[in-house]
C-alpha cells in the first residue's frame, strides 16, 4: 500500500482506526457509537480533524508537545535529509546532530554536561534511576538505592516510572511496583496540608522532604525525583523557598537532585528549562516532548561531570559502566529535529513570547475568577497553566471530573482544545490546563479565553 497523505478515503480510515487501532488514556466503549477523532492536519497552533473540522489546539498537540507549533517545514526538511544520509547506527558510535545537539543543549544547562539519548520521557526517566542505582552499587555499597518522588508528579508509564509516580489512579490497577521508590509530600499551596502559606509553607513543605530522609536513612537514599511545577497533577509550582531548601537537604545529606522536565524543558515556562527559575543546581535532568516538539521521537537525560566521572573511574571497567542502552537512541531524526527546533526558538525569541503572553494569558484567567465563582485557584508559569474548578470557594471541595470533562468538550465543539487533570487522583481530576505552543499570539489567546468563559458559564447554567 503507497501512503498517500493527500489522497485517502476517510470512511476507510476512520474504519481501520475504530478496528484496530488501541488509543492511548481511552475507553474504547464509546467508539463503538461515534467515530474517534483522527488528525489529519497541522498549521501554527490549528489542526483539522479528518471530517474537516478546524480546532486553535491549546495543549500542543493534547499533551504539551508541540513547542514550536504544527507544520514547520525547516525541521521536516532536516529530518529529511538527515534520514536520507543517515538515518541510523546505534549510539555505541557517534552521529553528527547528537553530537551538535548534545553541546548545543549544554550550553543552555550552566553545570551540566553529558547527554544521554532515549526515545521518551519514561525512558529517560528510567536511565536516570538506573543511574542512580548503579551509583548506590559502586559507592555506596549496595546502600544509596531509595529514590524519592513527590505525591501529585508524574514521571512516566513504565513500571519503574509509574514506581515513582505521586498519582494514586495512575498507579491503580498496576502494581506490584518497583521496590525503594518512597514517596514525599506534596507543595500545592492551594491545598496546604498545614495552615500556612507563601515561604512559610515553602520551607514546611521542603522539611517534610527531609524527615521522609531522616526516616528511610540517609545513608539509603540515592536521589530526589522532581518536575520542576507539577504538570499532569494539576500545575504547581511550588512556593517561596521551597528550591532552596530542597538544595540544601540533597547536599546536606548527599542525595542527587534528578528534575523531571519532560514537561517543562525547552522554554514552556519561559526560560529554557524549569528548574533555572529557581537558582538551583541539579545532578541529573530529564527531557522529551519539547525537545523536538514531536517532529521526531527524542529524550535526552543530561548529567553533570561528577555523575558521569562516577562511571569511568572503577575498578571494575568489564562491568562498571553505564551498561545501557536504547536503540532507537540511536535514531539520528530526533537530534535533527531538536537542532531545528532549538534554533527556531532562539531565532524567533520564543522565550520572551511565552514570558509576555504567558502573563497575559494568566491575567485574563485571573479575570474569569471575578464571573465564575466555580473557579478556585489561578496558577501557572509561562504558557503553562492550570486553574481548579471547585464546589465552593470556601470549602474548596473539587467539582466532580464530569464536569471538568464537560467543560472541556463545550471547549471542543466551539473549536478550542484544551487539556484537564486526567484520571490522576480519586477525586482531585478537577484541574483545567493550558500549554500552547510557544508561538501564541495575543489574538489566539483571547479565542481560547473566551471558548473557556462560554464553557464555564454553559457548563454552570446546566449544574
Ligand atoms: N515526566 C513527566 C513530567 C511527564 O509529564 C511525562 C508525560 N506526560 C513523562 C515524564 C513521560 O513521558 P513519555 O510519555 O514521553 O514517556
Not at 553529558?114 to 538506573?130: D, I, L, M, P, T
Not at 530522609?213 to 539509603?220: D, K, R, S
Amino acid at each position: 500500500m503507497k501512503y498517500d497523505t493527500e489522497n485517502f478515503d476517510s470512511l476507510d480510515v476512520i474504519d481501520n482506526d475504530k478496528n484496530h487501532v488501541w488509543h492511548h488514556l481511552s475507553q474504547h466503549k464509546p467508539y463503538e457509537k461515534n467515530d474517534p477523532m483522527v488528525i489529519v492536519h497541522g498549521k501554527g497552533l490549528r489542526v483539522w480533524d479528518i471530517k474537516g473540522n478546524e480546532y486553535l489546539d491549546a495543549v500542543s498537540g493534547a499533551v504539551w508537545t508541540v513547542n514550536v507549533g504544527y507544520g514547520r517545514t525547516e525541521i521536516a526538511d532536516a529530518v529529511r535529509d538527515q534520514l536520507v544520509k543517515m538515518n541510523y547506527f546505534a549510539q555505541t558510535a557517534g552521529n553528527i546532530p547528537g553530537a551538535l545537539f548534545a553541546k548545543k543543549l549544554i550550553d543552555k544547562m550552566p553545570g551540566m554536561s553529558r547527554v544521554y539519548y532515549s526515545n521518551s520521557g519514561s525512558e529517560a526517566n528510567e536511565k536516570a534511576f538506573k543511574l542512580v542505582r548503579q551509583i548506590a552499587h559502586k559507592k555506596y555499597g549496595g546502600k544509596k538505592t531509595k529514590i524519592l518522588y513527590r505525591d501529585r508528579d508524574y514521571h512516566g508509564t513504565t513500571i519503574a516510572t509509574l514506581s515513582a509516580t505521586g498519582q494514586f489512579e495512575r498507579k491503580n490497577q498496576y502494581g506490584p511496583f518497583v521496590p525503594d521508590f518512597v514517596e514525599v509530600p506534596h507543595c500545592c499551596e492551594y491545598r496546604a496540608q498545614i495552615d500556612a502559606s507563601g515561604e512559610e509553607y515553602g520551607v514546611w513543605a521542603a522539611n517534610e522532604i527531609e524527615k521522609v530522609i531522616l526516616a528511610e536513612g540517609p545513608e539509603t537514599v540515592g536521589a530526589l525525583c522532581l518536575e520542576p511545577i507539577t504538570a499532569g497533577g494539576g500545575v504547581i509550582e511550588a512556593p517561596e523557598g521551597y528550591w532552596a531548601r530542597v538544595q540544601e537537604i540533597c547536599r546536606q545529606y548527599d542525595i542527587l537532585l534528578h528534575i523531571d522536565e519532560v514537561v517543562c524543558g525547552l522554554g514552556r515556562t519561559g526560560k529554557w528549562f524549569g528548574y533555572q527559575h529557581y537558582n538551583i543546581q541539579p545532578d541529573i535532568v530529564t527531557m522529551a516532548k519539547g525537545v523536538a516538539s514531536g517532529y521526531a521521537a527524542i529524550s535526552c537525560t543530561v548529567t553533570t561531570e561528577a555523575v558521569f566521572e562516577a562511571f569511568k573511574e572503577d575498578e571494575d571497567p568489564r562491568m562498571g559502566y553505564f551498561r545501557d542502552i536504547s536503540t532507537f537512541g540511536g535514531c539520528t531524526a530526533g537530534p535533527a529535529a531538536a537542532l531545528v527546533n532549538m534554533q527556531i526558538i532562539e531565532d524567533e525569541n520564543l522565550l520572551e513570547n511565552t514570558t509576555v503572553q504567558g502573563e497575559y494569558l494568566l491575567k485574563k484567567l485571573k479575570e474569569l475568577m471575578d464571573k465564575h465563582p466555580i473557579i478556585g485557584d489561578v496558577r501557572g508559569k509561562g504558557l503553562f497553566a492550570g486553574f481548579e474548578l471547585v464546589k465552593d470557594r470556601v470549602t474548596k471541595e473539587p467539582v466532580d471530573e464530569s464536569v471538568v470533562i464537560a467543560v472541556a468538550g463545550h471547549c471542543m465543539a466551539n473549536g478550542v482544545i484544551i487539556g484537564r487533570t486526567n484520571r490522576s487522583f480519586k477525586e482531585h481530576n478537577n484541574t483545567v490546563c493550558l500549554a500552547p505552543s510557544l508561538i501564541i499570539t495575543r489574538d489566539e489567546i483571547d479565542i481560547v479565553v473566551k471558548a473557556i468563559d462560554g464553557a464555564l458559564t454553559a457548563v454552570c447554567s446546566n449544574m
